[in-house]
């Protein structure tokens, strides 16, 4: 079980980097922002990342401990982990709604790849990451909406 907590670790630690650029840049820039009528409240977001968080970590571990695994599987998962932490510096910091975009695009294809490459390893695997799409396609529409709105 020390191995599923090294991913648990890291899969946080991406959240908290995340975290920590968004508490630091976000405000004002984020307030004056007009937002579409279906943006969540603010405290949603953690509640939401913390099950998607757990969730990716979870699904990866499944992998590791499967002997069918490739170590090509595990550099895709970490690489995807950085995407996933990038866009809060993209967004957040630099204030690139358009490059945000992007980034999620990076992020949404790299969690297809993942599914791909997770399903004949671990089809549990699979289906965990399932609403972590269902979350990035929403966070898509709604950076989206925000740079159209902006």
């Given at each position: ?121 671990n089809k549990i695997s699979a289906?965990?990451?399932v609403p972590y799409v269902g ?16």
């Amino acid at each position: 079980y020390f191995s599923l907590l090294f991913f648990l670790a890291f899969s946080f630690g991406a959240s908290a980097w995340g975290g920590f650029v968004t508490s630091v840049y976000k405000e004002p820039w984020y307030s004056m922002l007009t937002k579409p009528e279906f943006n969540p409240p603010d405290y949603i977001f953690p509640s939401i990342w913390i099950v998607l968080y757990v969730s990716m970590a979870f699904a990866a571990w499944l992998i590791w401990i499967n002997p069918k695994k490739t170590e090509k599987v595990i550099y895709i998962y970490f690489i995807h982990l950085l995407v996933n932490a990038s866009w809060s510096v993209v967004f957040f910091a630099l204030h690139q709604i358009f490059l945000a975009l992007v980034v999620i695009v990076i992020i949404l294809l790299l969690v297809l790849w993942l599914i791909k490459l997770y399903y004949p390893i671990n089809k549990i695997s699979a289906f965990i990451m399932v609403p972590y799409v269902g979350w990035l396609c929403f966070a898509f529409t709604l950076n989206l909406n925000i740079l159209l709105l902006n």
